[in-house]
């Protein structure tokens, strides 16, 4: 009977230590981003302990952060404007998908695209990364546009296709803001889209399939070392406005084509996402 108690007393203090072991290892968990979605904006950033912090997707992968009141002597230096609550944006990969995300929440938002770069990195990929600078008089107007901003960056990678060899990135809007203006020149309430493909001898003959299938007009054009915004990656972009619907079918008439002469470079190219075109 002793043996018995004794053995129940031992697997009791070994169930307990193993529960304690657990919870330390819960506690001492550095927490990891919610993934966000375009449904849901609210609630799904998790605390890391850093204030400035908002939150973090997989796709890029791409980080925004806030500063509610940036220091006026930085601010300076950084060629800010009078604006001291300051968001920013970037990423490793993915340049349109980002700024599309970010045009979508400065529509919802009371702010200013302060400055867009392309940081010539894509983490050894043909393309370039996304750095933007937002401002705004209410701190809670940036934050609330960079949550939008992250939570549309899946949507917008459904037409970026890729593979070990180059990628396409395909992005149309019924109606372009500041965001679109301040990276391309987009007209402003406008239909807009964007061809772009690396390696960059595809893109001049994905612009032009695209300008033959539908009536729109080109409003840029930027290759590794030409264009305003060039960053010496190795791609092409060109970029149309017009009618919504024709604007759509220019974009959408370079898809199939693109994916095709990837695909003889190297494997099946597949998309980041689903895609919305």
Do not use: W
């Amino acid at each position: 009977m002793d043996d018995l108690i004794q053995k129940v007393i031992k697997r009791v203090e070994e169930d307990m230590a193993a529960a304690n072991k657990t919870e330390s290892a819960a506690a001492n968990e550095v927490p990891k981003a919610v993934q966000l979605s375009p449904e849901d904006t609210s609630g799904i950033f998790a605390d890391i302990g850093v204030t400035e912090y908002i939150g973090t997707t997989s796709l890029g992968p791409t980080v925004g952060l806030v500063l509610a009141s940036i220091d006026s002597t930085l601010a300076d230096r950084m060629e800010l404007g009078n604006l001291r609550s300051i968001g920013f944006i970037g990423s490793r990969q993915g340049f349109c998908p980002q700024i599309m995300a970010i045009d979508e929440a400065v529509k919802a938002t009371n702010v200013e695209v302060l400055k867009v770069e392309a940081p010539r990195d894509d983490m050894g990929g043909a393309g370039a990364s996304s750095y933007v600078i937002i401002g705004g008089e209410d701190v809670a107007d940036v934050r609330r546009c960079v949550e939008i901003a992250l939570s549309q960056v899946e949507k917008y990678y459904g037409d970026v296709y890729a593979n070990e060899f180059g990628h396409l990135d395909m992005q149309f809007t019924a109606r372009a803001s500041y965001c679109l203006n301040k990276a391309f020149g987009a007209p402003i309430g406008k239909a807009f889209g964007v061809v772009c493909s690396g390696p960059s001898a595809i893109g001049p003959v994905l612009a032009d399939i695209a300008i033959k299938a539908a009536n729109v007009e080109i409003v840029s054009y930027t290759s590794s070392t030409s264009g305003d915004g060039f960053s010496f990656a190795n791609e092409v972009t060109t970029t149309f406005t017009g009618d919504s619907g024709a604007v759509r079918q220019a974009v959408k008439a370079a898809i199939e084509p693109g994916k095709k002469i990837l695909a003889a470079m190297g494997s099946e190219p597949k998309s980041g996402s689903v895609p919305y075109i």
